[in-house]
């Protein structure tokens, strides 16, 4: 790990370009999942981005999460993703990487099971972390087959530079997805987490709930779960959604296949006694 590099893996994006969603466009579904905005009870497995190095992935870890948070409150799944082929994928090295670019990569490419690309502890530095480079085709394709079956969304919560509105769109968007956040990694006071007025962001985390006013994360460095300051001011946050494509099996095709024939029946039928009146 080289100390010299500054921040836990967030990248700012130098611009947010016009074809780039923003919450209140409705391009993503508007559906409210979560009517007080708390998501505590579908929270996945906790994961460190650090273990003996860093791999200042804080953007692919937390990019993730909340996409395992929204697929355990929609399908019941307990889905555990593997985080390395994102990194590798996205050319991810320290110092880190833009959340754009991350959750682009996802919905171009997919995500692959934790078992075919673990943060195992056997691994000794990033080289390995970051390796096969380029990805091998069995977890290629395994992505497009996550791509087959899910569809995945993303946009910005906001544009406003204004720290109110900024906390009050956070809490409408809470109630349709969680949300992933930039923060300052870490600064506490009495287990209250904080950051200094105009301080820049450095790290990408995800937001679960506002309780009391406090704004709760769940995060991949220890500890899991944060308490934040009440005024805290958060540079940029990302909404994600996740839905399921409608793919019809063999039985659905008899179904529909059976619907299809009915409807020709009931309209010879019609056609039939429609002639019986006349004649």
């Known amino acids: 790990m080289n100390e010299k590099l500054i921040g836990h893996g967030f990248i700012p994006p130098l611009e947010i370009k016009p074809e780039e969603y923003i919450f209140g466009q409705q391009k993503l579904p508007d559906k409210i999942l979560q009517d007080r905005g708390d998501w505590r009870d579908f929270l996945p497995a906790e994961e460190q981005q650090r273990k003996s190095f860093d791999t200042y992935g804080c953007t692919i870890y937390n990019t993730i999460s909340p996409i395992e948070i ?114 300052v990694g870490w600064r506490e006071i009495n287990n209250i987490y904080y950051k200094d007025r105009g301080e820049p962001d450095n790290h990408w985390a995800v937001l679960i709930v506002y309780e009391d006013r406090y704004p709760i994360i769940f995060d991949s460095y220890y500890p899991f779960i944060k308490k934040l300051d009440r005024n805290y001011d958060f540079g940029y946050a990302k909404r994600y959604s996740v839905d399921k494509k409608q793919i019809l099996t063999g039985n659905e095709n008899i179904i529909e296949n059976h619907k299809v024939v009915s409807w020709w029946k009931r309209l010879w039928r019609n056609w039939f006694d429609e002639v019986m009146k006349i004649t």
């Open 70 to 183: 929204l697929e355990r409150r929609l399908f019941g799944e307990d889905s555990e993703y593997a985080e390395r082929p994102v990194y590798i994928g996205t050319g991810t090295r320290p110092p880190g990487n833009n959340p754009h670019i991350i959750a682009e990569w996802i919905r171009n490419n997919g995500l692959v099971p934790d078992e075919m690309l673990s943060f195992s502890d056997d691994l000794q530095n990033l080289d390995e972390y970051a390796s096969p480079d380029p990805l091998s085709m069995d977890i290629i394709q395994e992505g497009k087959r996550w791509l087959d079956i899910k569809t995945f969304g993303h946009e910005w919560a906001f544009l406003s530079d204004d720290p109110k509105t900024k906390n009050d769109i956070l809490k409408e968007v809470l109630r349709r997805s969680p949300l992933a956040v930039s923060v």
